[in-house]
Protein backbone atom coordinates (compact mmCIF):
# COMPACT_ATOMS: atom_id res chain seq x y z
CA UNK A 1 0.00 0.00 0.00
CA UNK A 2 0.97 3.54 -0.91
CA UNK A 3 2.18 6.20 1.77
CA UNK A 4 -0.76 8.30 0.19
CA UNK A 5 -3.05 5.57 0.08
CA UNK A 6 -2.85 4.52 3.86
CA UNK A 7 -5.32 4.85 7.01
CA UNK A 8 -2.51 6.84 8.78
CA UNK A 9 -2.09 9.22 5.51
CA UNK A 10 -5.76 9.92 5.29
CA UNK A 11 -6.13 10.49 9.45
CA UNK A 12 -3.20 12.96 9.92
CA UNK A 13 -2.01 14.65 6.57
CA UNK A 14 -4.85 17.28 7.06
CA UNK A 15 -3.64 18.22 10.99
CA UNK A 16 0.11 18.15 9.59
CA UNK A 17 -0.64 20.14 6.88
CA UNK A 18 -2.14 22.71 9.19
CA UNK A 19 0.27 22.47 11.52
CA UNK A 20 2.91 23.34 8.93
CA UNK A 21 1.58 25.93 6.16
CA UNK A 22 1.14 27.70 9.62
CA UNK A 23 4.65 27.78 10.73
CA UNK A 24 5.47 29.54 7.62
CA UNK A 25 4.00 33.05 8.92
CA UNK A 26 5.94 32.38 12.39
CA UNK A 27 9.17 31.62 10.04
CA UNK A 28 8.27 35.01 7.89
CA UNK A 29 8.72 37.00 11.46
CA UNK A 30 11.63 35.48 12.12
CA UNK A 31 13.66 36.09 9.30
CA UNK A 32 12.04 39.47 8.27
CA UNK A 33 14.70 41.97 10.91
CA UNK A 34 17.77 40.13 8.59
CA UNK A 35 16.50 39.19 5.07
CA UNK A 36 14.97 40.81 1.94
CA UNK A 37 11.73 38.69 1.01
CA UNK A 38 12.69 38.45 -2.24
CA UNK A 39 15.74 37.37 -1.76
CA UNK A 40 15.14 35.30 1.10
CA UNK A 41 12.25 33.53 -1.10
CA UNK A 42 15.12 32.70 -3.85
CA UNK A 43 17.34 31.51 -1.73
CA UNK A 44 14.69 29.09 0.00
CA UNK A 45 13.62 27.93 -3.51
CA UNK A 46 17.28 27.22 -4.37
CA UNK A 47 18.22 25.11 -1.48
CA UNK A 48 14.74 23.57 -2.27
CA UNK A 49 15.59 22.46 -5.79
CA UNK A 50 19.10 20.55 -4.04
CA UNK A 51 17.42 18.91 -1.80
CA UNK A 52 14.82 17.32 -4.11
CA UNK A 53 17.16 16.51 -6.75
CA UNK A 54 19.23 15.08 -3.85
CA UNK A 55 16.24 12.76 -3.22
CA UNK A 56 14.65 12.33 -6.63
CA UNK A 57 18.55 11.11 -7.36
CA UNK A 58 18.18 8.55 -4.48
CA UNK A 59 14.87 7.47 -4.75
CA UNK A 60 15.28 7.01 -8.67
CA UNK A 61 11.92 8.14 -9.18
CA UNK A 62 10.53 8.24 -12.53
CA UNK A 63 11.22 11.58 -14.35
CA UNK A 64 8.86 13.81 -17.13
CA UNK A 65 8.90 12.06 -20.45
CA UNK A 66 7.26 14.65 -22.51
CA UNK A 67 7.65 18.84 -22.39
CA UNK A 68 3.54 18.37 -21.17
CA UNK A 69 4.77 16.87 -18.09
CA UNK A 70 7.25 19.21 -16.94
CA UNK A 71 5.05 22.46 -18.28
CA UNK A 72 2.28 21.34 -16.55
CA UNK A 73 3.75 21.64 -13.13
CA UNK A 74 5.59 24.37 -13.74
CA UNK A 75 2.93 26.38 -14.65
CA UNK A 76 1.44 25.52 -11.21
CA UNK A 77 4.82 26.58 -9.53
CA UNK A 78 4.45 29.60 -10.88
CA UNK A 79 1.33 30.53 -9.74
CA UNK A 80 1.45 28.52 -6.18
CA UNK A 81 5.38 30.19 -5.48
CA UNK A 82 5.92 32.71 -8.00
CA UNK A 83 2.90 34.68 -7.97
CA UNK A 84 1.55 33.99 -3.81
CA UNK A 85 4.28 34.25 -2.24
CA UNK A 86 6.47 36.10 -3.35
CA UNK A 87 3.43 38.55 -3.51
CA UNK A 88 2.56 38.37 0.07
CA UNK A 89 6.00 38.68 1.13
CA UNK A 90 6.47 41.99 -0.90
CA UNK A 91 3.25 42.91 0.07
CA UNK A 92 4.33 42.59 3.55
CA UNK A 93 6.86 44.45 2.67
CA UNK A 94 5.64 47.35 1.14
CA UNK A 95 2.60 48.32 3.63
CA UNK A 96 0.20 45.19 3.65
CA UNK A 97 -0.12 44.36 7.58
CA UNK A 98 0.40 40.56 8.06
CA UNK A 99 -3.21 40.78 9.50
CA UNK A 100 -4.86 42.22 6.37
CA UNK A 101 -2.37 39.37 4.18
CA UNK A 102 -3.55 36.19 6.38
CA UNK A 103 -7.40 37.79 5.99
CA UNK A 104 -6.63 38.09 2.23
CA UNK A 105 -5.43 34.10 2.41
CA UNK A 106 -8.38 33.22 3.63
CA UNK A 107 -10.25 34.30 0.78
CA UNK A 108 -8.78 31.98 -1.12
CA UNK A 109 -11.44 28.75 -0.31
CA UNK A 110 -14.18 31.10 -1.24
CA UNK A 111 -12.66 32.08 -4.88
CA UNK A 112 -11.94 28.01 -5.11
CA UNK A 113 -15.38 26.99 -4.19
CA UNK A 114 -16.81 29.16 -6.83
CA UNK A 115 -14.68 28.18 -9.51
CA UNK A 116 -14.23 24.41 -8.50
CA UNK A 117 -17.74 23.62 -10.11
CA UNK A 118 -17.41 25.32 -13.77
CA UNK A 119 -13.73 24.26 -14.17
CA UNK A 120 -13.59 20.88 -12.35
CA UNK A 121 -17.02 19.62 -12.23
CA UNK A 122 -16.69 19.98 -8.14
CA UNK A 123 -20.13 19.48 -6.53
CA UNK A 124 -20.53 22.48 -3.73
CA UNK A 125 -23.88 21.64 -1.91
CA UNK A 126 -25.23 23.72 0.74
CA UNK A 127 -23.32 22.05 3.41
CA UNK A 128 -20.10 23.02 2.46
CA UNK A 129 -20.62 26.90 1.67
CA UNK A 130 -22.43 27.15 5.11
CA UNK A 131 -18.49 25.03 6.27
CA UNK A 132 -16.63 27.64 3.93
CA UNK A 133 -18.72 30.68 5.43
CA UNK A 134 -18.48 29.61 9.16
CA UNK A 135 -14.77 28.95 8.64
CA UNK A 136 -14.36 32.97 7.06
CA UNK A 137 -16.10 34.24 9.94
CA UNK A 138 -13.76 32.74 12.29
CA UNK A 139 -10.81 33.37 10.51
CA UNK A 140 -11.81 37.50 10.72
CA UNK A 141 -12.27 37.00 14.10
CA UNK A 142 -9.24 35.78 14.74
CA UNK A 143 -7.50 38.24 12.65
CA UNK A 144 -9.53 41.53 13.85
CA UNK A 145 -7.79 42.41 17.05
CA UNK A 146 -4.55 42.47 14.49
CA UNK A 147 -5.97 44.58 11.83
CA UNK A 148 -6.34 48.01 13.70
CA UNK A 149 -7.24 51.67 11.81
CA UNK A 150 -4.61 54.02 12.63
CA UNK A 151 -1.35 54.43 10.92
CA UNK A 152 -0.84 55.47 7.37
CA UNK A 153 -3.26 53.96 4.78
CA UNK A 154 -2.28 51.42 3.00
CA UNK A 155 -0.39 51.42 -0.36
CA UNK A 156 -2.83 50.50 -3.29
CA UNK A 157 0.02 48.67 -4.81
CA UNK A 158 0.55 46.86 -1.66
CA UNK A 159 -3.58 45.87 -2.16
CA UNK A 160 -3.61 44.79 -5.38
CA UNK A 161 -0.41 42.32 -5.24
CA UNK A 162 -1.55 41.36 -2.08
CA UNK A 163 -5.03 40.41 -4.37
CA UNK A 164 -2.92 38.99 -7.20
CA UNK A 165 -1.00 36.66 -4.94
CA UNK A 166 -4.31 34.80 -3.57
CA UNK A 167 -5.66 34.73 -7.07
CA UNK A 168 -2.19 33.03 -7.93
CA UNK A 169 -2.67 30.98 -5.32
CA UNK A 170 -6.36 29.99 -5.96
CA UNK A 171 -5.57 29.33 -10.22
CA UNK A 172 -2.15 26.87 -8.69
CA UNK A 173 -4.73 24.61 -6.83
CA UNK A 174 -7.22 24.51 -9.40
CA UNK A 175 -4.23 23.68 -12.51
CA UNK A 176 -3.06 21.40 -10.40
CA UNK A 177 -6.12 19.40 -9.62
CA UNK A 178 -7.09 19.91 -13.08
CA UNK A 179 -3.98 18.80 -14.77
CA UNK A 180 -2.60 16.14 -12.58
CA UNK A 181 0.64 14.05 -13.14
CA UNK A 182 1.74 10.28 -13.12
CA UNK A 183 5.26 11.76 -12.31
CA UNK A 184 6.60 11.04 -8.93
CA UNK A 185 5.30 14.12 -6.49
CA UNK A 186 9.43 14.83 -5.77
CA UNK A 187 10.14 15.44 -9.03
CA UNK A 188 6.79 17.49 -9.40
CA UNK A 189 7.76 19.65 -7.08
CA UNK A 190 11.43 20.36 -7.96
CA UNK A 191 10.12 21.45 -11.33
CA UNK A 192 8.20 24.23 -9.39
CA UNK A 193 10.25 25.45 -7.51
CA UNK A 194 12.78 25.85 -10.30
CA UNK A 195 9.90 27.87 -12.52
CA UNK A 196 9.52 29.98 -9.87
CA UNK A 197 12.67 30.72 -8.70
CA UNK A 198 13.82 32.34 -11.92
CA UNK A 199 11.20 35.30 -11.67
CA UNK A 200 11.77 36.00 -8.09
CA UNK A 201 15.62 35.74 -8.04
CA UNK A 202 15.38 38.22 -11.41
CA UNK A 203 12.88 40.67 -9.12
CA UNK A 204 14.83 40.60 -6.17
CA UNK A 205 18.52 41.19 -8.38
CA UNK A 206 16.18 44.55 -10.20
CA UNK A 207 13.95 45.65 -7.32
CA UNK A 208 15.68 44.46 -4.17
CA UNK A 209 18.98 45.78 -2.04
CA UNK A 210 19.32 42.59 -1.42
CA UNK A 211 20.46 41.74 2.44
CA UNK A 212 20.56 38.45 3.67
CA UNK A 213 22.46 38.60 7.32
CA UNK A 214 24.74 35.55 8.52
CA UNK A 215 22.77 35.21 11.71
CA UNK A 216 21.51 32.29 13.46
CA UNK A 217 17.87 33.33 12.64
CA UNK A 218 17.92 33.32 8.99
CA UNK A 219 19.91 29.83 9.24
CA UNK A 220 17.14 28.56 11.54
CA UNK A 221 14.50 30.10 9.27
CA UNK A 222 15.80 28.82 6.17
CA UNK A 223 16.33 25.55 7.33
CA UNK A 224 12.80 25.15 8.37
CA UNK A 225 11.48 27.39 5.49
CA UNK A 226 13.12 24.01 3.38
CA UNK A 227 12.62 21.19 5.09
CA UNK A 228 9.73 21.78 6.73
CA UNK A 229 7.41 24.17 4.35
CA UNK A 230 9.03 23.85 0.47
CA UNK A 231 9.38 20.18 0.75
CA UNK A 232 6.95 19.05 3.97
CA UNK A 233 3.82 21.24 3.93
CA UNK A 234 4.02 21.72 -0.33
CA UNK A 235 4.51 17.67 -0.54
CA UNK A 236 1.65 17.02 1.36
CA UNK A 237 -0.44 19.85 0.05
CA UNK A 238 -0.06 18.78 -3.63
CA UNK A 239 -0.72 15.13 -1.93
CA UNK A 240 -4.06 16.10 -0.62
CA UNK A 241 -4.79 17.54 -3.74
CA UNK A 242 -4.60 14.59 -5.81
CA UNK A 243 -6.21 12.51 -3.71
CA UNK A 244 -9.19 14.57 -2.27
CA UNK A 245 -11.62 16.98 -3.64
CA UNK A 246 -10.25 20.64 -3.83
CA UNK A 247 -12.64 22.62 -2.28
CA UNK A 248 -11.98 20.35 0.90
CA UNK A 249 -8.59 20.63 0.70
CA UNK A 250 -8.71 24.52 0.06
CA UNK A 251 -11.12 24.51 3.64
CA UNK A 252 -7.86 23.40 5.66
CA UNK A 253 -6.60 26.74 5.02
CA UNK A 254 -9.64 28.27 6.88
CA UNK A 255 -7.56 26.68 10.56
CA UNK A 256 -4.04 28.60 9.04
CA UNK A 257 -5.07 31.59 10.90
CA UNK A 258 -6.19 30.15 14.43
CA UNK A 259 -3.27 27.99 14.18
CA UNK A 260 -1.04 30.88 13.61
CA UNK A 261 -1.80 32.90 16.37
CA UNK A 262 -1.70 30.23 18.80
CA UNK A 263 2.17 30.25 17.45
CA UNK A 264 2.63 33.33 17.77
CA UNK A 265 1.27 33.01 21.47
CA UNK A 266 3.50 30.00 22.44
CA UNK A 267 6.61 31.60 20.40
CA UNK A 268 6.40 34.96 20.57
CA UNK A 269 3.94 36.05 23.43
CA UNK A 270 0.59 37.44 21.90
CA UNK A 271 -2.17 36.80 23.78
CA UNK A 272 -5.20 35.65 22.82
CA UNK A 273 -8.62 37.33 23.41
CA UNK A 274 -12.32 35.86 23.90
CA UNK A 275 -13.40 37.30 20.72
CA UNK A 276 -10.06 35.11 18.81
CA UNK A 277 -11.22 31.93 21.07
CA UNK A 278 -14.67 32.29 19.40
CA UNK A 279 -13.21 32.28 16.01
CA UNK A 280 -10.76 29.53 16.43
CA UNK A 281 -13.69 27.26 16.97
CA UNK A 282 -15.86 28.75 14.33
CA UNK A 283 -13.08 28.17 11.98
CA UNK A 284 -12.67 24.62 13.37
CA UNK A 285 -16.35 24.00 13.10
CA UNK A 286 -16.30 25.29 9.49
CA UNK A 287 -13.67 22.84 8.14
CA UNK A 288 -15.32 19.69 9.52
CA UNK A 289 -18.68 20.96 7.44
CA UNK A 290 -16.56 21.93 4.53
CA UNK A 291 -14.19 18.65 5.06
CA UNK A 292 -17.68 16.45 4.77
CA UNK A 293 -18.23 15.00 1.46
CA UNK A 294 -21.77 15.73 0.32
CA UNK A 295 -24.39 12.91 0.61
CA UNK A 296 -24.74 11.19 -2.93
CA UNK A 297 -23.06 12.36 -5.54
CA UNK A 298 -19.87 13.52 -3.12
CA UNK A 299 -19.52 10.11 -1.92
CA UNK A 300 -19.85 9.21 -5.98
CA UNK A 301 -17.25 10.96 -8.03
CA UNK A 302 -14.70 12.12 -4.74
CA UNK A 303 -12.21 10.05 -2.40
CA UNK A 304 -12.06 10.92 1.35
CA UNK A 305 -9.51 13.51 1.78
Known amino acids: MSFSSSTLFTRTAPALF ?33 VLAVLVWLGGVRGPRSSGEVAQPAVAGLLLHGVYLGGIFWSVKNGLPAGIAGLFSGLQPLATAALAGPLLGERVGPRRWAGIGLGFAGA ?20 GVGLLAVAGF ?6 QKRTGTSVDLRAVTMIQYSAALVPTLLAALLF ?4 LDPVPELALGLFWSVAGLSIGAVLLLLALIHRGAVVRVAALLYLVPPVTALMAWLAFGETLNVVQLLGMALAAIGVALASRPEPVEDAETEPDA
Open 18 to 50: VVLWSSGFIVARLVAPHSTPLAFLSLRYAAAIL
Open 140 to 159: VLVLAPKLGTGGDAIPLAAI
Open 170 to 175: TAGTLW
Open 208 to 211: ENIR
